[in-house]
Nanobody
Framework: QVQLVESGGGLVQPGGSLRLSCAASGIIFSINTMGWYRQAPGKERELVATITSGGSTNYADSVKGRFTISRDNAKKTVYLQMNSLKPEDTAVYYC????????????????WGKGTLVTVSS
């Protein structure tokens, strides 16, 4: 059974920084793309950033130049460094990962964490 557990959320003032982490555990053969999404109150979940197993990244326009996604394949962990935070970045942040649980012929399954709350407020 695969689990994704996020950490690092909290309350920060506008202009501040936070670093989110998401660690995958359980039966994992390989991890393809990992990503971060967020959902603000009353809004739909939206893409923040993704990173492939080879390190190629993709960002939402709203976070380009402020957020950086990275991963440590040995630790099965993805990170999101968030700088110059704005009140509109307030949301629950979710990580996901596309995982083959048992072997190279398995289908890729998408797993989600339970989320971590980021609040940007003075």
């Amino acid at each position: 059974q695969v689990q994704l557990v996020e950490s690092g959320g909290g309350l920060v003032q506008p202009g501040g920084s936070l670093r989110l982490s998401c660690a995958a555990s359980g039966i994992i053969f390989s991890i393809n793309t990992m990503g971060w999404y967020r959902q603000a109150p009353g809004k739909e979940r939206e893409l923040v950033a993704t990173i492939t197993s080879g390190g190629s990244t993709n960002y939402a326009d709203s976070v380009k130049g402020r957020f950086t996604i990275s991963r440590d394949n040995a630790k099965k962990t993805v990170y999101l460094q968030m700088n110059s935070l704005k009140p509109e970045d307030t949301a629950v942040y979710y990580c996901n990962a596309d995982i083959r649980p048992y072997g190279s012929t398995d289908p890729v399954l998408r797993y989600w964490g339970k989320g971590t709350l980021v609040t940007v407020s003075s």
